[in-house]
T-cell receptor, first 113, second 115 residues
Framework: KAGVTQTPRYLIKTRGQQVTLSCSPI?????VSWYQQTPGQGLQFLFE???????NKGNFPGRFSGRQFSNSRSEMNVSTLELGDSALYLC????????????FGSGTRLTVV | DQQVKQNSPSLSVQEGRISILNCDYT??????FLWYKKYPAEGPTFLIS?????DKNEDGRFTVFLNKSAKHLSLHIVPSQPGDSAVYFC??????????????FGKGTKLSVKP
C-alpha cells in the first residue's frame, strides 16, 4: 500500500514569504502529525490532526499552522518565514488510538534564504 | 528540558559485531518507547518498540532492553551489517489533548558499520 506522501520534496523561499506543505497519509489513517527536524534541535513536534481537528500542538510560534481535510490529507503553513525555519519538515500518519507505529513521509526540505 | 536523551552522537562498529545504542529518559510517566532508523533524505522508519511492562523485546537482529529503575533503554543490533548504517532515534509518546500523543525524540545516534 502507498506510504505517506509529502510534497514538494524541496523548496527554497525568501525571508518574509509564506509556504504551504502538503501531506497525504496512508489510506485509512486518520491521524496526521507534523515534525520539524533541524541539526541543533533534532526532531520536534509541531501539531497533530485527527478527523480535521487539531488535537495537540507543540511549542512553536503562531506563524506555524496546519489543517486537515475530510480525506485526511493535511497541510501546514508557515507565514513570515525566518532563516531559522530552514529545516526538514516531516509528516507522520498513524492508524489511531493504541497504535504507536507512526509512519513517516520522506519530508520536505525547506531552505529560507 | 530534554526528556529523551541520546548522549552518543555517533558510534562506529565492525561488520558482524554487536551495536549497542543507548537512550535515557527523565519522565517516569512514559510507558512506551520506540526506535526509529533514518537514512539521509528519507523520513524515519519504525524499527522496534517496547512497552514499560516488559524489559525486553526482540525482532530478528534487533533487541530493545528497558531498565525502568534506571530510566534507560538500549537497542542491540546483532550482527551489525553495513546496511544498518543510519541515524537511530529513540522516542517516547506523550499524551496530550486526548490523543495518543506526540512523539518526543532523542537527538539521534549516527551508527556507522564498517565492512
Amino acid at each position: 500500500k502507498a506510504g505517506v506522501t509529502q510534497t514538494p520534496r524541496y523548496l527554497i523561499k525568501t525571508r518574509g514569504q509564506q509556504v504551504t506543505l502538503s501531506c497525504s497519509p496512508i489510506s485509512g489513517h486518520r491521524s496526521v502529525s507534523w515534525y520539524q527536524q533541524t541539526p541543533g534541535q533534532g526532531l520536534q513536534f509541531l501539531f497533530e490532526y485527527f478527523s480535521e481537528t487539531q488535537r495537540n500542538k507543540g511549542n512553536f510560534p503562531g506563524r506555524f499552522s496546519g489543517r486537515q481535510f475530510s480525506n485526511s490529507r493535511s497541510e501546514m503553513n508557515v507565514s513570515t518565514l525566518e532563516l531559522g525555519d530552514s529545516a526538514l519538515y516531516l509528516c507522520a500518519s498513524s492508524g489511531g488510538r493504541g497504535t504507536y507505529g507512526y509512519t513517516f513521509g520522506s519530508g520536505t526540505r525547506l531552505t529560507v534564504v | 528540558d530534554q526528556q529523551v536523551k541520546q548522549n552518543s552522537p555517533s558510534l562506529s562498529v565492525q561488520e558482524g559485531r554487536i551495536s549497542i545504542l543507548n537512550c535515557d529518559y527523565t519522565n517516569s510517566m512514559f510507558d512506551y518507547f520506540l526506535w526509529y532508523k533514518k537514512y539521509p533524505a528519507e523520513g524515519p522508519t519504525f524499527l522496534i518498540s517496547i512497552s514499560s511492562i516488559k524489559d525486553k523485546n526482540e525482532d530478528g537482529r534487533f533487541t530493545v532492553f528497558l531498565n525502568k529503575s534506571a530510566k534507560h533503554l538500549s537497542l542491540h543490533i546483532v550482527p551489525s551489517q553495513p546496511g544498518d548504517s543510519a541515524v537511530y532515534f529513540c522516542a517516547a509518546p506523550t499524551r496530550g489533548g486526548g490523543s495518543q500523543g506526540n512523539l518526543i525524540f532523542g537527538k539521534g545516534t549516527k551508527l556507522s558499520v564498517k565492512p
